[in-house]
């Protein structure tokens, strides 16, 4: 079968690899130059299963509370006049009930427990190096009152096969000896060995790269203007529409089309009626030399309090974070920037070239639930791989081979809640 895939991002780039391994002919459509450069460019390189908590949570609501109106603070909301912020934020606001969080824990830990596998076994069988590293994932606290509800936490997601586990400050040391400079405020934390990381746009680059020799055709420097509607809204799409960077309009035709544009998804199938409630959460990272590896953190450091991970990709480390909900504008703000910086150096004295950051934002394209759409549409030739939020390197591999499946014809071997499926009986 003939399949158009719309974006390069890791979703997309993931599905245009199973699908070509499947035998289906694949051509897949970015208006970047090349793989991977918007949201899938420089995040913070966790693949974070133990840690795959949705954001909407009762506790979420008096920590964002509190966070209103504050330039510096984690989550910063900035008020629009744009009816899907706020009919995004009335769909958040019901995620937050607590059978709501406890399915979408459940159904977030098994898409990235599944995605892990899949990435394990792609690595093994292709040999991608993309500055991976498997020392797990620690997340450190300053207070008393968030190490107290660690162990709940942490319970739920061993109960779902995670081996996340609370420690005491002496083995958050042990374990990252170049966090013994901040280990007067360090009350604990909590560890998994089994996470890992790795830089997000060097496997990207790389799978493209496979993907190539494998026969999939790219077409970069192409916009996706639109796809063409079938005579009811029902019927197949008959195509889509691009632009590229000479402005030359053409009309590409397939058997089955595929949406991974991230947070531009929703943007492109609203026309065809189709209303998706993704919406572009804004995150910034910094990237570090490292100039002394000693004092350089190797495992993945959550900081529980800020909201920042720290990921050391070979000589570099990443620092990533934030969450700005104020539509689709990636402005830099400087004074989100510099909190990046400043908390790096105060953590880690002495470990980086503080003085030259690169600083990077991108758009997440973000649920209420952080639950991704996956799966057929109503419209039987048009699926969705889209609003993996703040999980899409975790959940990436595992999402593009599902949707391979799907194409296939077949079930994935997963029980998700896929769209246009019914859940596998297990
Ligand atoms: C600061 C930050 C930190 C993060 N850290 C982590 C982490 O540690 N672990 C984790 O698992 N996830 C993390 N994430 C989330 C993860 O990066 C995203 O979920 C993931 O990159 C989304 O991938 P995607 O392919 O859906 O979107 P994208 O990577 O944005 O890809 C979409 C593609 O569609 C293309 N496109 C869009 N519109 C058009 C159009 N009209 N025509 C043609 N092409 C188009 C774009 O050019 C782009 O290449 C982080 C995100 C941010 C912002």
Known sequence: MRIIILGSGIIGLATAWFAAK??????????????????????????????????????????????LGKEDAPLL??????????IWG?????ECLP????????????LCAYSRDVLRTLRHETGIQYDELEKGILNFYTSEQDLAGAEKIASVMRELGCDRQVISKER????????????????????????????IYLFSLRLAEKASSLGVQFKFNH???????????????????????????????AQAYVVAMGSYTPLIVKPLGIYLPIYPVKGYSATLQV???????????????????????????RIAGTAELSGYNRILNPVRCQALTQRAKSLFPGACDFDHPQYWTG??????????????????????????????????????????????????????????????QS
């Open 22 to 67: 499947e035998g289906h002919e694949v051509i897949v459509i970015d208006r970047q130059p090349g793989p991977a450069q918007e949201t899938s460019f420089a995040n913070g390189c966790q693949i974070s299963v133990s840690y795959a908590e949705p954001w909407a949570s009762p506790s979420a609501l008096i920590k964002m509370a509190k966070w």
């Open 77 to 86: 909301f900035r008020p629009q006049l744009r009816l899907n912020q706020w």
């Open 90 to 94: 009335m769909y958040f606001l019901r």
């Open 99 to 110: 059978g709501r969080v406890e399915y979408n824990v459940r159904h977030l830990v098994g």
């Open 172 to 199: 958050v040391l042990e374990l990252e000896p170049a966090m013994q400079p901040s280990a007067e405020h360090i009350v604990g934390g909590d560890f998994t060995s089994d996470d890992e990381t790795g830089d």
């Open 223 to 253: 916009q996706v203007t639109r796809l063409l509607p079938g005579a009811s809204k029902y019927d197949a799409i008959a195509g889509v529409e691009v632009i590229d960077d000479k402005g030359v309009h053409a009309t590409l035709t």
């Open 291 to 317: 100039t002394n590896p000693a004092l350089t953190p190797t495992v993945s450091i959550s900081d529980s309090a800020y909201k920042m991970v720290f990921t050391r990709i070979g000589n570099r480390l």
């Open 363 to 424: 758009l997440r394209p973000t649920t209420p639930s952080n639950i991704p759409f996956i799966g057929q549409t109503r419209i039987p030739n048009l699926y969705l791989n889209s609003g993996h939020g703040t999980l899409g390197w975790t959940m990436g591999p595992g999402s593009g081979k599902a949707l391979a499946d799907i194409l296939s014809g077949r079930a994935p071997d997963i029980d998700f809640q896929f769209i246009g499926q019914s859940a596998k």
